[in-house]
């Protein structure tokens, strides 16, 4: 087991072309101030406005503007950039970008990134107020909340083009604060446990049974607790995801190690199970490599522990969050699984090729008690902010 300590936010802030992108210089002092790690993108239309000596002087790092430029991909190049960040703020946001990420276009370095990374992805929109107000820039609008992005502002006022209305940038004050203090802080104060990821159960030194689970789906619950204000340690399966910033990560391998994480943590308020525990496990795993000998091979397979169950029948019991991976009757497998297992909410996800599993986006059905909710495909992080919102809806604080 390995527990990962926890660093500066890396915010990755994004300048499209527009007049308001004098205010984004001020925005990236303000993160450096607050103690992050910032680097900047610049769109190609951005640096007719302000040159990029300006953000390479705020930020303490050289600016990128193009995708294709050798001598910058030979230090980060794009995807690790696009892993390096904790978070991306594009301000401002034009209406043509928002366009071109409604449509997952990556036909600069910007959209690239946005599209590449794995981060919460913030965009602050800034434009004339007719075209804010377009059906397309509207359509493009509600496409992107459902893929996942955040909308800080606009805001409303005088514009640089004369006119008054809806489609000025956000203060940088307000971004920082939506940014580093999360919308709400309605998770303070609470301790937040979420297993995340599959287990690996060993059948010799060299193989393992598995299962597809990639962790995006605890690791994007994880980020969403710490952005509410919660102490959150995330219990998590192999992975190569990055650790959120402000997660206290503890890496496991096998059902019984993930037990164990869970057991040794005394008090919590909520658990989520997002983890895709092996049921079973080899008997006996092999301590040599086995070798072929052209006859059938039986594993014996014996049960795991029921983690979430566990948890659920402590005396001092926390909030329980589980899931429910199904192929068919996802409905009545899910409530006849929350029933057996304890759970007060269960969200229920059909799996199957290219469902649920080891993809950016899910659709969830949400039972509990006496309620349920549907929650149409949608990002991970989206979903996890809906599934904390269910929670406050039902303990009612
Ligand atoms: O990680 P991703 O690629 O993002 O994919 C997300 C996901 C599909 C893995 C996730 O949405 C999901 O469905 N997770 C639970 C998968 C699962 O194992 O479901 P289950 O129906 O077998 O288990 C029911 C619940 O019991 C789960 O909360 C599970 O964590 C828990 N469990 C299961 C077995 C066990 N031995 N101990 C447990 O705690």
């Given amino acids: 087991m390995n527990v990962t300590s926890t660093q500066p936010a890396r915010i990755l802030v994004g300048v499209s072309g527009g007049i308001a992108a004098y205010k984004a210089v001020a925005l990236v002092r303000r993160l450096v101030e607050a103690g992050c790690e910032v680097r900047v993108v610049m769109t ?57 990420l409604a449509n997952g276009l990556a036909d600069d370095l910007l959209t690239t990134l946005c599209l590449a990374t794995s981060a919460p992805v913030h965009l602050a929109p800034t434009m004339n107020r007719q075209m804010w107000a377009h059906p397309a820039t509207q359509a493009n609008r509600a496409r992107l909340v459902e893929h996942g992005v955040t909308l800080l502002g606009p805001a409303a006022g005088a514009q640089a083009c004369g006119e008054t209305g809806e489609g000025r940038m956000l203060e940088p004050e307000a971004i920082v604060a939506a940014l580093l203090v999360g919308a709400r802080q309605d998770l303070a104060g609470r301790h937040v ?21 990639s962790g995006r789906m605890g690791f994007a619950l994880a980020a969403e607790a710490v952005r509410r204000g919660a102490a959150v340690t995330l219990i998590a399966g192999p992975s190569a995801l990055p650790t959120p910033t402000g997660v206290e990560r503890v890496d496991v391998e096998t059902a019984r190690q993930m037990q164990a994480a ?23 795993p092999a301590d040599r490599k086995l070798k072929k000998s052209g006859e059938t091979l039986s594993l014996e397979l014996v049960p795991n522990p029921d983690i979430i169950r566990e948890v659920a029948s402590r005396t001092d019991r926390p909030f329980v969050i589980g899931f429910a991976a199904e192929t068919d009757h996802l409905r009545e497998h899910a409530a006849a699984k929350r029933e057996a297992k304890g759970m007060d909410l269960i969200c229920a996800n059909e799996v199957g090729a290219d469902k649920g599993f080891d993809r950016p986006d899910n659709a969830l059905l949400l039972l509990w008690g006496d309620g349920e909710r549907e929650l149409p495909q949608a990002d991970k992080r989206h979903l996890a902010g809906e599934i904390f919102d269910t929670y406050h809806q039902i303990t009612q604080d």
Avoid at 60 to 78: N, W
């Fill in 44 to 100: 190609e239309a951005a640096t007719r406005f302000v040159t990029p000596l300006s953000f390479q002087a705020v930020s303490g790092h050289p600016v990128r503007t193009t995708l294709l430029d050798a001598e910058a991909e030979s230090g980060m190049d794009h995807i690790a950039l696009a892993r390096w960040s904790d978070a991306v703020v594009v301000a401002p946001a034009s209406a043509d970008l928002m366009a071109r």
């Fill in 193 to 213: 446990v979420v297993t995340a990821g599959g287990t690996r159960e060993p059948i010799d030194p060299v193989r393992f049974i598995a299962n597809r689970s």
């Fill in 262 to 284: 869970v057991e040794s943590i005394a008090s919590m308020d909520i658990f989520v199970g997002a983890a895709a525990v092996a049921d079973y496990r080899v008997a006996a």
